[in-house]
């Protein structure tokens, strides 16, 4: 399957042009990431956009940006994979459900509050009436939609299929994160120490990461898919055979990986599964991640495939994603994104220059 | 202006996410549906929740909603005739 466009938003000023990575860098200093882009204005009618939350407005935006891109206007499946989907309005549904006895509730609410409003809204606004599926599987949606356009590009391959992820910050997801230990609660936090805190959690962001995938290249395809894997559950001591065995089934060994990108987000107690792959069989190769840029939720990987189709195409890494001091040798040909949450759904995607 | 016209305009414009709107904008009789101030049917349901959450008003007859939602002034008559 080849890669022919992409597109992102989340907390990083992304760059517009085809020849870098990002705009300015931004830093935070809360475990709070919210999307840096504000502009939907541009992209959405302001009657349309007034009852989107912001993974809507997010979704429509990234999806919108890549299509055009690539001068697609009609895009043959979309698929778009979510954690928590459209959480805010599901909070509010839900708050609206209790302080009301069940009673008087709001419709635009209860319409905006299921999994499935991004995938939905994306065809309303394209008027698209193609295949229209949403994958909610935890941390591996957005993987999980992308093995759905996977499978589909191989059963027919002349087809443009938007695939993304999606995922946006909710209140009160944060303040039950705050209590159950997934987001740091250190009083100054910078996202660029992401990894120097001892301590359990990470931080929270949100994001859209959509692509235009297809069995046939295009000139120029940013890069070719070649498997993906996911896993519910792995123990630490299982991973290594999985990620040796996962190259084996494609003719490769770890010789082969080019780069590394793992889904680091400094919690003391999971990181362990990518140190237990970055200092064993992946320890002599440049390794990557990305998560102090845009924060954890559960389609943030989708930033990470965006990161390594611009590697593949520009042939260079950037230097605040890197995680050891190896420089790529020759080209860079072949790269290999790992991620995980909490110890469970975890992901390996294998991605070729084309 | 009266207070319950004033305050039906903030409660449609916060209630509907009338981001663009401010109650300066909105005139008594504006139009709620068409072109002035451009509700739709989903804004229909939103209205009719806001009349019986707010004031304690049950609308039934969908018919007598076209004529009551027509502007706020029209709105503001019905929920003083039925105080």
Not at chain 1, 7 to 35: C, H, M, R, W
Not at chain 1, 327 to 351: A, C, E, M, V, W
Request: aromatic share 10%.
């Amino acid at each position: 399957m080849f890669v022919n466009g992409i597109s992102t938003l989340n907390a990083q000023d992304i760059s517009s042009s085809e020849e870098s990575f990002f705009g300015e860098v931004q830093t935070y200093s809360s475990p709070i990431l919210k999307t840096y882009f504000s502009d939907f204005r541009k992209y959405i009618k302001p009657a349309a956009m007034r009852r989107m939350s912001s993974s809507v407005k997010m979704g429509v935006v990234a999806a919108s940006k890549v299509l055009a891109s690539i001068n697609i206007t009609q895009p043959d499946a979309i698929i778009v994979g979510t954690g928590m989907g459209c959480k805010t309005d599901s909070d509010v549904f839900l708050e609206n459900l209790l302080a009301s006895n069940e009673g008087l509730l709001s419709p635009t609410k209860f319409i905006q509050s299921t999994h499935n409003t991004v995938a939905g809204q994306i065809a309303l606004q394209l008027k698209c009436k193609a295949y229209n599926m949403t994958f909610v599987q935890g941390a591996a949606s957005f993987e999980t939609a992308l093995l759905d356009a996977f499978l589909q590009s191989i059963s027919s391959k002349n087809r443009h299929l938007l695939v993304g992820g999606v995922d946006e910050i909710s209140k009160y997801s944060n303040e039950l994160h705050q209590l159950d230990g997934q987001l740091k609660t250190e009083q100054e936090i910078c996202n660029f120490n992401l990894l120097d805190y001892a301590s359990t959690g990470s931080i929270s962001g949100e994001g859209a990461s959509f692509f235009v995938v297809s069995g046939e290249k295009s000139e120029p395809s940013y890069a070719s898919v070649k498997d993906i894997e996911t896993y519910n559950q792995l123990d630490k001591e299982g991973l290594k055979n999985k990620a040796l065995n996962f190259l084996k089934k494609n003719e490769l060994s770890t010789d082969d990986i080019d780069v590394f990108i793992c889904g680091n987000n400094g919690d003391v107690n999971y990181d362990d599964f990518y140190h237990s792959l970055q200092s064993d069989i992946f320890s002599q190769i440049p390794q990557l991640y990305y998560k102090h840029l845009v924060g954890e939720f559960y389609t943030s990987s989708g930033f990470a495939f965006w990161l390594a189709c611009k590697i593949l195409r520009l042939q260079e890494i950037p230097e605040i994603c890197q995680l050891n001091n190896f420089k790529p040798n020759s080209s860079i040909k072949t790269i290999l994104l790992y991620n995980q949450y909490k110890g469970r759904d975890h992901s390996f995607i294998l991605l070729q220059a084309c | 202006m009266s207070n319950l016209r004033v305050e039906l305009k903030e409660k449609i414009i916060e209630q509907l996410n009338l981001e663009d709107l401010s109650v300066e904008d909105i005139q008594n009789d504006d139009l709620l549906f068409g072109d002035e101030i451009g509700l739709d049917s989903i804004d229909a349901l939103e209205l009719i929740v806001l009349l019986e959450k707010d004031y304690g008003i049950k609308l039934t007859d969908p018919a007598e909603g076209k004529e009551v939602f027509k502007s706020i002034e029209t709105l503001a008559q019905f929920i003083e005739s039925k105080q």
